[in-house]
């Protein structure tokens, strides 16, 4: 196999802590009710996927969360709130983690995002960690920027194009098994990370 020259890592799960029930308790407390505070399942809506692949802007999707909970008055703070309270932050020894990398590999991030999720996660790294998270990589690939998302194929295979890495030199790192899958089917070295583990273990599985 091609010795590995550039690293993909995904940001949530992997990267970043995350917390799926409180935003649950958060819409909860707006007056969300039923099948809105399930949220793996809300995930699914089409009004996420389309906030995540910016083909709908913030406003349009605060206008049809307001919708949904039959909530008109619920405010865009209050929804941004409730919203960004899934995301935790990027513990100290993963920031130091990728410091180490940088210079050895090239990196490169590719996140299923929002507008919303972003532009709070950015400063809340920069007031946790005193810098820009963006320092970090080489380029980031955030899904309502490039308008694709995974486990797309196309998505991998923007990525790969924009990015003009050589796929069989690149290791992808995901915490979802249908992301790894896609990638691999672009070409990719994949590994399934599981969230709470050591990043450290991914040169023990697929960097020798």
């Known amino acids: 196999m091609p010795s590995i020259k550039n690293i993909i890592f995904d940001l949530g799960g992997v990267l970043l802590d995350l917390d799926f029930m409180a935003p649950v308790n958060a819409?909860?407390?707006l007056g969300?009710?039923?099948s809105f505070t399930e949220f793996r399942e809300t995930l699914k809506d089409p009004v996420f996927r389309n906030l995540e692949t910016g083909?709908?802007?913030?406003e349009e999707f605060r206008n049809q969360i307001r919708f949904k909970m039959g909530k008109p008055s619920v405010t865009n703070q209050q929804i941004d709130q409730?919203?960004?309270s899934i995301l935790g932050s990027v513990p100290v020894e993963k920031v130091s983690f990728l410091k180490q990398l940088q210079g050895k590999f090239?990196?490169?991030l590719y996140s299923n995002t929002n507008q919303i999720h972003?532009?709070?996660f950015?400063?809340?790294f920069l007031s946790e960690h005193s810098f820009h998270f963006e320092d970090l990589f080489d380029q980031l690939f955030y899904s309502h920027v490039i308008h694709d998302r995974k486990?797309?194929?196309s998505g991998y295979e923007k990525v790969i194009a924009l990015s003009g890495v050589i796929p069989e030199e690149t290791l992808f790192v995901d915490d979802f098994a249908e992301n790894t899958e896609a990638a691999r089917q672009a070409g990719l070295v994949t590994y399934h990370y599981l969230p709470g583990t050591d990043l450290n273990l991914i040169f023990d599985h697929e960097m020798k």
Do not use: K
């Open 122 to 124: 950015r400063n809340r």
């Open 55 to 58: 083909l709908i802007s913030p």
């Open 106 to 108: 090239r990196l490169f």
């Open 32 to 34: 969300a009710t039923g």
């Open 82 to 84: 409730a919203w960004c």
């Open 151 to 153: 486990p797309q194929l």
């Open 118 to 120: 972003i532009e709070y």
């Open 27 to 29: 819409f909860r407390q």
